[in-house]
């Protein structure tokens, strides 16, 4: 794994290195405008996200604060209310004594209707003497309450001390079937002259009160507020605000409160697969807790608008960036393609290219200098075509000069044998076909001649022969009309017929055959010289062939075969020249394949 990951980064490197040069300075542009661009957005963006988050949260918490510092406010004031019994003597007297009377009734009256007339949301007060008797007064639109369903609930809260005791949100029954949601402000009321307790005063708060307190957070804040009492039970929960679905918070209002920890502060949650941002703060006062629960995609919302923009700008501008790098790099690489181009094409063979510059930058120096080696190569290439035409007619003027003092000293040869029998008339003729013979070698040596010319000096060479051998040999000649007039170079049949007459049939007991045989196979004439000799072994054989093929030595096979393959692949080229093939005991065949005329290269 190591060793891989060590490897990428020259892997990278190959790769970009073996782009076209277009390619890299696109990838060049491209990564030095898009990283910056791309690394300041980011940075702005990621800025701008905890930028909105630390003002959402700090905006939050005053709008919690000063929630909370209202219902503060708002329960110190129900409290003091609840001391008003211990100043008003005639209330004393009234809870001190026993039974009922019109005037009992009327100052009780009169005293409640203050009381339940001091803050709006007050749903009852109520006051209970010291032998239970309960009196209160109801706002409007209640006709009728149901206290001594309370009372027992009401002496309990009040039992431990003469503190006033908030007792958290709960229903009670008015009008028979109907329900209010309240919470109640209770205190003892206690004689000013001994002490005891003489009664209770309870104060009923309708719960929409804190709507009015909560609702100017919620439009700030986008959120929902929560309201709970110092001992965890629910006072007032928004009812859907700020996006959430309706008693979000009130159905997970345990989820929030484990997540409170000290007077203040804010942390994330997820409900119901959504983000939110809380923030809280706890009463010293009274221990409640008020936190505000503020969806994190409203918060987010204008940032992402933010980044959406910048996203689209970051990539206008790459856009932007990537069509001035291509035009740059095409503009730049368009005089190195038309060099490749051309220099492709002096690769296959076609100098006649040039180039032109339209700058003098490097890359119009460079296209110069190109310029200028097409022309140098050009005038080398036309040395060493001129070179090799001399060395070539060098080559075939000292090869083909070695053909003529070879036959021509079998010949003598023959010559002295039948002068040594005085044949005279044979001499003669002798004589005459050995100048036919010369003349055909020497004259014009270096001009081409037809393939019926060659087959006619064979036909003479054959016929100096029977003169020594008479009888000893026979030729066979079936060669197609068309390739009679075939160009060929000089002096390729001969030598081959010599070779097989003094190496294949002179040392055969009897006559021999030799038959020559010519037909076209595509744009090449291909010729058979067959004869059928004593043949050769299939070692010499190997040895022949890959003579005549590799170019090795080959004396040990004698000059007329070796010369007469040279001077095949001199002028027709390395493909062309003489394959043997021999059967010890049978014969041998010499097979040669000679150009067409058509594509035969003819000199200037």
Same mark, same amino acid.
């Given at each position: 794994?190591? &060793?891989?990951?060590?490897?990428?980064?020259?892997?990278?490197?190959?790769?970009?290195?073996?782009?076209?040069?277009?390619?890299?300075?696109?990838?060049?542009?491209?990564?030095?405008?898009?990283?910056?661009?791309?690394?300041?957005?980011?940075?702005? %963006?990621?800025?701008?996200?905890?930028?909105?988050?630390?003002?959402?949260?700090?905006?939050?918490?005053?709008?919690?604060?000063?929630?909370?510092?209202?219902?503060?406010?708002?329960?110190?004031?129900?409290?003091?209310?609840?001391?008003?019994?211990?100043?008003?003597?005639?209330?004393?007297?009234?809870?001190?004594?026993?039974?009922?009377?019109?005037?009992?009734?009327?100052?009780?009256?009169?005293?409640?209707?203050?009381?339940?007339?001091?803050?709006?949301?007050?749903?009852?007060?109520?006051?209970?003497?010291?032998?239970?008797?309960?009196?209160?007064?109801?706002?409007?639109?209640?006709?009728?309450?149901?206290?001594?369903?309370?009372?027992?609930?009401?002496?309990?809260?009040?039992?431990?001390?003469?503190?006033?005791?908030?007792?958290?949100?709960?229903?009670?029954?008015?009008?028979?079937?109907?329900?209010?949601?309240?919470?109640?402000?209770?205190?003892?009321?206690?004689?000013?002259?001994?002490?005891?307790?003489?009664?209770?005063?309870?104060?009923?708060?309708?719960?929409? =009160?804190?709507?009015?307190?909560?609702?100017?957070?919620?439009?700030?804040?986008?959120?929902?507020?929560?309201?709970?009492?110092?001992?965890?039970? =629910?006072?007032?929960?928004?009812?859907? @605000?700020?996006?959430?679905?309706?008693?979000?918070?009130?159905?997970?209002? !345990?989820? #929030?409160?484990?997540?409170?920890?000290? +007077?203040? @502060?804010?942390?994330?949650?997820?409900?119901?697969?959504?983000?939110?941002?809380?923030?809280?703060?706890?009463?010293?006062?009274?221990?409640?807790?008020?936190?505000?629960?503020? +969806?994190?995609?409203?918060?987010?919302?204008?940032?992402?608008?933010?980044?959406?923009?910048?996203?689209?700008?970051?990539?206008?501008?790459? &856009?932007?960036?990537?069509?001035?790098?291509?035009?740059?790099?095409?503009?730049?690489?368009?005089?190195?393609?038309?060099?490749?181009?051309?220099?492709?094409?002096?690769?296959?063979?076609?100098? !006649?290219?040039?180039?032109?510059?339209?700058?003098?930058?490097?890359?119009?120096?460079?296209?110069?200098?190109?310029?200028?080696?097409?022309?140098?190569?050009?005038?080398?290439?036309?040395?060493?075509?001129?070179?090799?035409?001399?060395?070539?007619?060098?080559?075939?003027?000292?090869?083909?000069?070695?053909?003529? +003092?070879?036959?021509?000293?079998?010949?003598?040869?023959?010559?002295?044998?039948?002068?040594?029998?005085?044949?005279? +008339?044979? /001499?003669?003729?002798?004589?005459?076909?050995?100048?036919?013979?010369?003349?055909?070698?020497?004259?014009?040596?270096?001009?081409?001649?037809?393939?019926?010319?060659?087959?006619?000096? /064979?036909?003479?060479? =054959?016929?100096?022969?029977?003169?020594?051998? *008479?009888?000893?040999?026979?030729?066979?000649?079936?060669?197609?009309?068309?390739?009679?007039?075939?160009?060929?170079?000089?002096?390729?049949?001969?030598?081959?017929?010599?070779?097989?007459?003094?190496? @294949?049939?002179? *040392?055969?007991?009897?006559?021999?055959?030799?038959?020559?045989? @010519?037909?076209?196979?595509?744009?090449? &004439? /291909?010729?058979?010289?067959?004869?059928?000799?004593?043949?050769?072994?299939?070692?010499?054989?190997?040895?022949?062939? %890959?003579?005549?093929?590799?170019?090795?030595?080959?004396?040990?096979?004698?000059?007329?075969?070796?010369?007469?393959?040279?001077?095949?692949?001199?002028?027709?080229?390395? *493909? #062309?020249?003489?394959?043997?093939? %021999?059967?010890?005991?049978?014969?041998?065949? /010499?097979?040669?394949?000679?150009?067409?005329?058509?594509?035969?290269?003819?000199?200037?």
């Amino acid at each position: 794994m190591l &060793a891989h990951i060590r490897r990428f980064p020259r892997t990278l490197w190959l790769f970009l290195a073996n782009l076209p040069m277009e390619r890299k300075l696109i990838v060049v542009f491209i990564f030095l405008i898009s990283l910056p661009i791309t690394y300041v957005s980011y940075l702005s %963006s990621r800025s701008t996200f905890n930028s909105v988050l630390v003002n959402a949260t700090a905006s939050a918490g005053q709008m919690a604060d000063s929630a909370s510092d209202t219902v503060d406010r708002y329960l110190t004031d129900l409290k003091r209310y609840t001391a008003l019994p211990l100043y008003n003597t005639d209330v004393q007297f009234y809870l001190e004594q026993q039974g009922t009377d019109w005037e009992k009734n009327t100052g009780m009256s009169m005293f409640l209707s203050y009381l339940n007339h001091t803050k709006e949301e007050i749903v009852a007060v109520y006051l209970v003497d010291k032998y239970g008797s309960v009196y209160y007064d109801k706002s409007s639109g209640i006709s009728e309450l149901f206290p001594a369903e309370r009372l027992a609930q009401w002496q309990s809260l009040t039992k431990e001390g003469v503190a006033p005791v908030v007792q958290g949100r709960h229903t009670i029954r008015v009008n028979a079937s109907d329900h209010r949601e309240v919470f109640s402000i209770l205190r003892t009321v206690s004689s000013v002259s001994s002490l005891q307790k003489i009664g209770m005063i309870i104060f009923d708060i309708n719960i929409s =009160l804190f709507k009015g307190i909560v609702d100017p957070v919620n439009a700030v804040t986008h959120g929902s507020t929560l309201i709970v009492d110092d001992q965890g039970g =629910l006072i007032y929960a928004s009812p859907g @605000g700020g996006g959430d679905s309706p008693g979000l918070l009130e159905n997970n209002t !345990d989820k #929030f409160l484990q997540q409170v920890s000290g +007077p203040g @502060g804010h942390f994330r949650i997820t409900l119901d697969s959504k983000d939110y941002l809380a923030v809280y703060t706890v009463s010293e006062k009274t221990g409640w807790t008020t936190l505000v629960s503020i +969806p994190l995609d409203t918060i987010l919302s204008p940032v992402e608008k933010t980044r959406n923009t910048q996203i689209l700008t970051t990539l206008a501008i790459i &856009a932007f960036a990537l069509i001035v790098a291509t035009f740059i790099s095409y503009a730049l690489t368009k005089p190195l393609k038309s060099m490749v181009r051309l220099m492709k094409q002096v690769q296959h063979g076609n100098l !006649d290219v040039w180039l032109h510059p339209r700058y003098n930058d490097e890359i119009g120096m460079l296209g110069s200098h190109f310029n200028r080696m097409i022309i140098r190569v050009k005038d080398l290439l036309q040395e060493v075509t001129l070179t090799e035409k001399r060395k070539q007619k060098a080559d075939m003027r000292a090869l083909q000069n070695q053909i003529n +003092p070879h036959f021509i000293y079998n010949t003598l040869e023959s010559i002295r044998m039948l002068a040594e029998g005085s044949d005279e +008339p044979r /001499v003669a003729q002798l004589t005459y076909l050995l100048g036919m013979q010369m003349r055909y070698g020497i004259v014009r040596s270096e001009e081409l001649v037809t393939i019926r010319d060659e087959l006619d000096h /064979v036909r003479n060479y =054959l016929d100096m022969l029977q003169i020594r051998f *008479p009888d000893k040999f026979s030729l066979q000649i079936q060669v197609q009309e068309q390739l009679l007039s075939f160009p060929v170079i000089k002096l390729v049949f001969q030598p081959i017929v010599e070779n097989a007459v003094f190496h @294949g049939l002179e *040392p055969k007991q009897g006559p021999g055959r030799i038959s020559i045989t @010519g037909w076209a196979e595509g744009d090449q &004439a /291909v010729f058979s010289v067959e004869d059928n000799g004593v043949g050769m072994d299939e070692v010499t054989l190997r040895a022949l062939n %890959s003579s005549l093929s590799g170019g090795a030595d080959g004396e040990k096979f004698g000059i007329g075969l070796r010369n007469v393959n040279e001077r095949l692949r001199l002028d027709y080229g390395s *493909p #062309f020249g003489l394959r043997v093939e %021999s059967v010890q005991g049978s014969g041998t065949r /010499v097979t040669l394949r000679i150009e067409a005329l058509s594509s035969h290269r003819t000199e200037e």
